[in-house]
């Protein structure tokens, strides 16, 4: 049965803990997934979390650690000393290791380098010198690699020498005597070919690869591309030298998309609900202050129509529709646009022809939305030259508000820019100052 995290459960287990029921909570547990721990023990402090870890068995500590987001595992951390972080991190692949060690002070880092297993020791030195969001920094160091002068009989004797160090493998990757990647083998070819065969005649050597300094964005659109379990990374001289699973990279697109998300909604930092209030705050105050300043922005702009508005003050009831239908309109183009950037030549190959979509779009949608504008004005008001006014008014601002939303998020993405900017207040502002400037603009001229 799947386990549940639900209310009552958290309660019941809190009582457990309190009481320091070593032999119930052991019993609670048995059948509860590392993960599902993991979830349960966000609802605890440092101290009762590691009273709990400490009942369970070495590997499944070290993985629920591991499952940890980085704030919390990084405050939890400070509760244990050098020696036990050693021997949880000796239980985990060198990937996890390293991105564990960087998120310890430099004092408890070197402390726990020096008292890890050699082998395993080297490896994470050695991912410690790239960056978290490359290749390099993404990939472990845990691989089957076989020599291309081989036999098939050989490589399946170093995979079972190898195969305790390394969790999960798809495939062996060949390398020649120099570790330069020549090419990759599947089990299934290995299994089923004849052990005296050279295992150069059913190498696959048109694979796809990564270099270490790769973004790790990237790295991520190229698993999906192709749709591979893993990948493997070379250095400049062409040298095999890790490999990443899709595991690692379900994590890059999950911050990505937790990122965009956050953009989208005006928010310019990495902040959760139960972060401080200040954290928070911060957070969410540079684009509402952006918002503020459009806002004003706005109101001296509709004192320049002082005399518009002084004819005729019936045009101010229709500022709010012009406004939220023209930053309704922007966020829907510039939301297709990042969607679209997310897949590399999308967008820009055959530009014009998209935007002259856009454009064709943009027209139907203005026509049938002023129209509808126009006949329920008429049947509201009985005033036919306001009906006209507003109706093309909307017409104009749907119009100029999908441009807008459309070449927003490409001009981001050009300069370097996170384009999911352009999906929230970034382009309602804007939209908002170019609804007002069109709705004015046609009710001074038509007026």
Sequence with gaps: ??????????????????????????????????????????????????????????????????????????????????????????????????????????????????GMDAELRAQVIDLLRFEENVAGGLMAKELIKVRHGWTV?????????QAEAVDKFYAVYVVDDHDRLVGRVSLKDLVLSDPARPVAEICETDIVLVDTFLPDREVAEIMRKYDLESVPVVNVNGQLVGRITIDDVVDVITEQAEEERQLMSGISEDVQEEDSVWRNTRARLPWLLIGIAGGLLNAKFMGFFESELARVTAIAFFTPLIQATGGNVGIQSSALIVQSLAHPGFVYDGLIGRLTKVLVIALLNGLFLS?????????????????????????????????????????????????????????????????????????????
């Design 371 to 447: 129209l509808l504008v126009y006949a329920a004005n008429i049947i509201l008001f009985q005033e036919w030259q306001l009906s006209f006014i507003v109706s093309v008014a909307l017409f104009s601002v749907v119009v100029f508000a999908s441009f807008v939303g459309t070449f927003t998020p490409l001009v981001l993405n050009k300069l370097g820019y996170n384009p999911a900017l352009a999906s929230g207040p970034f382009i309602t502002t804007i939209n908002d100052l170019l609804g007002l400037t069109v709705y004015f603009l046609t009710v001074h001229f038509l007026l």
């Design 1 to 114: 049965m799947q386990f549940e995290l639900t209310r009552e459960f958290v309660e019941h287990f809190r009582g457990l803990v309190e009481a320091r029921n070593a032999e119930a909570i052991r019993q609670v547990l048995d059948d509860v997934k590392p993960a599902d721990i993991s979830a349960l023990l966000y609802e605890f402090n440092s101290a009762d979390s590691k009273y709990v870890l400490d009942l369970l068995p070495l590997e499944v500590q070290a993985e629920i650690i591991n499952d940890l987001d980085e704030e919390t595992r990084t405050r939890f951390l400070k509760t244990y000393t050098a020696a036990e972080i050693v021997t949880l991190v000796n239980l985990l692949n060198s990937d996890d290791a390293a991105d564990l060690l960087n998120e310890l002070p430099v004092k408890t880092r070197e402390e726990v380098l020096s």
């Design 153 to 161: 009989a050989q490589c399946l004797e170093e995979i079972r020498r």
